[in-house]
T-cell receptor, first 112, second 113 residues
């Protein structure tokens, strides 16, 4: 079963607006990662947040983690048409010896 | 050059044929993975290998087999392809640190007629 579930499944916004995507997971984790996938291409790592961190920034990306609610959010500020992609969260299920489990993703469309 | 390469990039085959998808990585990582992605869905893990002598089944290993020929090479085989194996297949690699970032190949689009 999926460990991480993203919400919403799809999101359409205007260029310049902020985009927020959420991820919920089921078991305890050591860390949570966000990946981006341009249409039909391989996933690219965006950012990792550890279980003892609450917020992390990387350029226009801001990730939060609430371990009590087993949820994370990815905020993309001042979105651009080039941000159009699918975004996936991935969790480690609390062990470094198990593969990451990916959610189904949020499809973001940024309209110029 | 890309860190993770996959061949072929596209393949059309017929039901019952044996197909091999190949993956090579230059990251020097021990861990390698094969995923399948169906339209609108996330990644499903087929097999993974944490070192050359280690092979593990993932969520959907039925109908697939793998071979870890070397640290840098991990191939996926469909012994007798069927139409519902039509999908996008990704290979990935990571280092063994907990939560190590995964590096993905460009994918192989497989169509089984």
């Amino acid at each position: 079963s999926q460990q991480g579930e993203e919400d919403p499944q799809a999101l359409s916004i205007q260029e310049g607006e902020n985009a927020t995507m959420n991820c919920s997971y089921k078991t305890s984790i050591n860390n949570l990662q966000w990946y981006r996938q341009n249409s039909g291409r391989g996933l690219v790592h965006l950012i990792l947040i550890r279980s003892n961190e609450r917020e992390k920034h990387s350029g226009r990306l801001r990730v939060t983690l609430d371990t009590s609610k087993k949820s994370s959010s990815l905020l993309i500020t001042a979105s651009r048409a080039a941000d159009t992609a699918s975004y996936f969260c991935a969790t480690d299920r609390g062990s470094g010896n198990t593969p990451l489990v990916f959610g189904k993703g949020t499809r973001l469309s940024v309209i110029a | 050059d890309a860190d993770v390469t996959q061949t072929p990039r596209n393949r059309i085959t017929k039901t019952g044929k044996r197909i091999m998808l190949e993956c090579s990585q230059t990251k020097g990582h021990d861990r390698m993975y094969w995923y399948r992605q169906d339209p609108g869905l996330g990644l499903q893990l087929i097999y993974y290998s944490f070192d050359v002598k280690d092979i593990n089944k993932g969520e959907i290993s039925d109908g697939y087999s793998v071979s870890r020929q070397a640290q840098a090479k991990f191939s996926l085989s469909l012994e007798s392809a069927i139409p519902n194996q039509t999908a996008l297949y990704f290979c990935a690699t990571s280092d063994p640190r907990p939560g190590g970032e995964q590096f993905f190949g460009p994918g192989t689009r497989l169509t089984v007629l």
